[in-house]
Every structure is written in structure tokens, then in C-alpha cells.
């Protein structure tokens, strides 16, 4: 008799990192040549060991305490969510009460799942950005619903096209997830999209759960709004934050939820179950990291510069369309023009030694495209020579195709 594995896990094969991951990366490219550069995992600064110093202290004091061998509450510290009431009211223009509103969980990704656990279940269907964070189609997945893909505005920079997400809602449409800025197209989605989002999600009586897992690393002045913060929405969204992206502590794996007290009542509910409680040494460094986050901006700048130089070694490819980030480490590359994406990174792989990402598995919007991340290396310099390799095959698949600028 063998084991029947639930239907909804079939098909699950680890989407934007069936391919490549950290555990894998020696295995699969051991007959290479030479170190394989992995440019395909949204970890800033790998490997760079480096903690700001003023958070190694903090964590070094509390381990002679004793007191990080212990739980905190399933919900988490009170003193973060304290200070995470602050950064809210501040940064995200919404009034969370730390101790009914906000939730500690072991990261973003873990904390996205639990919050549409408690909106999706079987037959139901979630609308998904196309191209988005693969995890959004999977979580759907996962929990029995179906996922229905809605066009971005390509020609408009990736931003909302409501009128298709209108289009798109069924009597059976529970949810919408939105990762926002998006990953993986960097797009910082504008005010007016998003006001007219919420009012569809209001006509329509929808859960809106968003991730805004980059929502602190955003260039040029452009305007991040949180769709809690508008009106009607408070009480039908859930904000997902991490301190994993512009604060680079992903190794830490702290995220957050915040809600309405109506959806808390049933987050907290399960908590002690679905989440137990959070590393506490974890958010001993994410207190300290909110208290004192100068290094922050540091960071910013710097994912800027690598920005700025990502966008001077590969924009001016004939046949390739770089959309200008607007957030993030990455940048997200429109290389229809030179072929088949899966064909592509399979040729930068073997002729640059570098993993890049495929755009399919961020939707079928992303097909032809390529996710690459300029800031996930600490030596700013090996991810410039690593950019240049990158250039040189896609100028070579250009040449030989005779693709003209």
C-alpha cells in the first residue's frame, strides 16, 4: 500500500526554486567549470557575513541572559510589536494597536500563507498578479483554491489594470494577493491604481492580503502608499511585512501580519498552533534593528548604486527590454526578442556561469523575461564582472540572431 499524497500538493515541485537553490547549487553544477554565480536568489549581500555592529552587541548581551532559550508569546514579543506600532503608524500611515493588531511570525513567507489560510479554502478563487512571487500562485494551490492569473499593464510599467482584475471576479472570487512593490518586476504600484483597486475589493466584498516585503527599498521619491491605509480597507486587508529585503537579516526569518481586530480574533486564535512563536533571539535582533535602523538607508544606497550599474551593463542590449527598477535588488528583463526565456538562462548558466531566474515561474505574463539579482553579492565589483558575462551572452544570442537595436 503506498502512501496517497493530498491533491493539491500534486504538482508542487519548489516553483521558482526547483532548479536553483543554495542546498543544490554544488550537486547541480559540479561537472562545471569554475564557481557557478547565483544571481537568482533575493538574499542581499550573499554571503557577506556581516550584522550591523549595534545588533551583534544586543544579541550578544541577551544569550549571556539566558532568556533567548525561552518562547516568547505565539504572537510574539510585545516590545517589537511595540515598536513595529510605531514604524507603522509612521512609515505605513496605518493605526495598529501592538497588542490586538499585529502578529510575530517565523518570516514573510510563512506569515503570507497564514494570512490566506484564514480567507481561501477548496473551490475558491484568488486573484494573482501576472507576473508575481510565485508563492502566490502556490499558497492558492496548496490551500485547494484555484489561482487566476490577471495581466499587469506591461506597456504601463507592470501597474494595476483593475479594469482585467473587474473582468476576472466570480461569484466564487474570495481574495485578491497582491505582492506590492512587485516581485518580480520591481513596479511600485501607483496611488490611483491601487485607490481604484480597493474600491473593486469593496464593491465585491473581497480579502485583500499584501505583501510588502520590499516596501522599504524604494528609489527616486516615488510614493509608496499601503493599501490598509485607504479608506474601507482596513478591514478587509492583510499587511504582510519582513525585515529579510532592505534590512538584509533574512537569516533571521522574522516577519509580521497586521490586521483588524475581526480577522485577529481568528489569527490569534491559531497562532499558538499554525505558528508557535518566533525565534527569540530573532526578535531580540529585529527590536534592535527597529530601534535603531540608520543602517537601513545604507543599504538602500547601496541596492541604488547596484541599481544604477545593473542598468549600465544591460539596457543597452539590442533585443532586450530593461524595465527601470523602482525598488528592490533586482531587475526584471524583457528578452522575448532574443528567444525562449528557459533557453536563455540555460545559455547564461553554461556560457557566463551564472543563475539567473526564468520568468515562467513567475506567471505565463513572465515568459520571455528574466529575473536577475544585482544586489544578493556582497562585492559589488564580482557582481559587476558578473553583470558583464551576463551582457556578453545576451549580445552574443543578439548577434547571431541578427537582432538590431
Not at 5 to 11: D, F, H
Not at 144 to 161: F, K, M, W
Not at 239 to 255: A, D, E, N, P, Q
Not at 343 to 364: Q, T, W
Request: hydrophobic residues 40%; glycine residues 8%; aromatic residues 8%.
Amino acid at each position: 500500500m503506498s502512501v496517497k499524497i493530498a491533491e493539491r500538493y500534486r504538482g508542487v515541485e519548489g516553483g521558482l526554486f526547483s532548479k536553483v537553490t543554495k542546498a543544490d547549487v554544488g550537486d547541480s553544477f559540479a561537472s562545471m567549470e569554475g564557481q557557478v554565480t547565483l544571481m537568482g536568489w533575493a538574499d542581499p549581500f550573499y554571503p557577506d557575513p556581516a550584522i550591523p555592529p549595534h545588533i551583534q552587541k544586543v544579541l550578544t548581551e541577551a544569550v549571556k541572559t539566558g532568556f533567548p532559550a525561552h518562547y516568547t508569546m505565539p504572537i510574539g514579543s510585545l516590545e517589537l510589536r511595540q515598536e513595529l506600532a510605531v514604524k507603522l503608524k509612521n512609515f505605513n500611515r496605518i493605526c495598529a494597536d501592538p497588542r490586538r493588531n499585529i502578529i510575530i511570525t517565523p518570516g514573510s513567507d510563512s506569515g503570507l500563507f497564514f494570512a490566506m489560510s484564514a480567507f481561501i479554502g477548496p473551490g475558491d478563487e484568488v486573484l494573482v498578479p501576472d507576473p508575481s512571487y510565485p508563492n502566490n500562485f502556490l499558497n492558492v494551490q496548496l490551500l485547494g483554491a484555484t489561482a487566476v492569473p490577471v495581466p499587469l499593464d506591461r506597456e504601463n510599467g507592470y501597474q494595476l489594470d483593475v479594469d482585467a482584475f473587474a473582468r476576472a471576479v466570480t461569484a466564487k472570487t474570495k481574495a485578491i494577493v497582491l505582492t506590492h512593490p512587485n516581485n518580480p518586476t520591481t513596479t511600485v504600484f501607483c496611488r490611483e491604481g491601487l485607490e481604484e483597486l480597493a474600491r473593486l475589493v469593496v464593491e465585491k466584498d473581497l480579502a485583500l492580503i499584501v505583501d510588502q516585503a520590499f516596501e522599504d527599498s524604494v528609489f527616486d521619491g516615488i510614493e509608496f502608499v499601503s493599501p490598509a491605509a485607504l479608506p474601507g480597507m482596513w478591514e478587509r486587508t492583510v499587511t504582510v511585512c519582513s525585515i529579510s529585503k532592505g534590512m538584509g537579516l533574512s537569516g533571521f526569518r522574522v516577519g509580521y501580519l497586521v490586521a483588524d481586530d475581526r480577522v485577529m480574533d481568528v489569527f490569534h486564535g491559531a497562532a499558538v498552533n499554525v505558528l508557535g512563536a518566533t525565534n527569540t533571539l530573532s526578535q531580540i535582533a529585529a527590536l534592535e534593528a527597529f530601534r535603531h535602523p540608520a543602517f537601513l538607508q545604507e543599504n538602500i544606497r547601496a541596492f541604488e548604486r547596484r541599481r544604477d550599474m545593473a542598468w549600465e551593463e544591460l539596457s543597452g542590449i539590442p533585443g532586450v527590454r530593461m524595465y527601470r527598477p523602482e525598488s528592490a535588488f533586482y531587475c526584471w528583463l524583457d528578452v522575448s526578442a532574443l528567444g525562449d526565456s528557459t533557453e536563455i538562462v540555460d545559455r547564461i548558466l553554461k556560457e557566463a556561469g551564472v543563475a539567473v531566474n526564468d520568468g515562467k515561474a513567475y506567471g505565463s505574463q513572465g515568459a520571455g523575461c528574466l529575473r536577475i539579482i544585482h544586489g544578493c553579492l556582497g562585492d559589488e565589483e564580482a557582481a559587476r564582472q558578473a553583470l558583464k558575462r551576463i551582457a556578453g551572452v545576451l549580445n552574443g544570442i543578439a548577434g547571431e540572431r541578427e537582432v538590431k537595436q
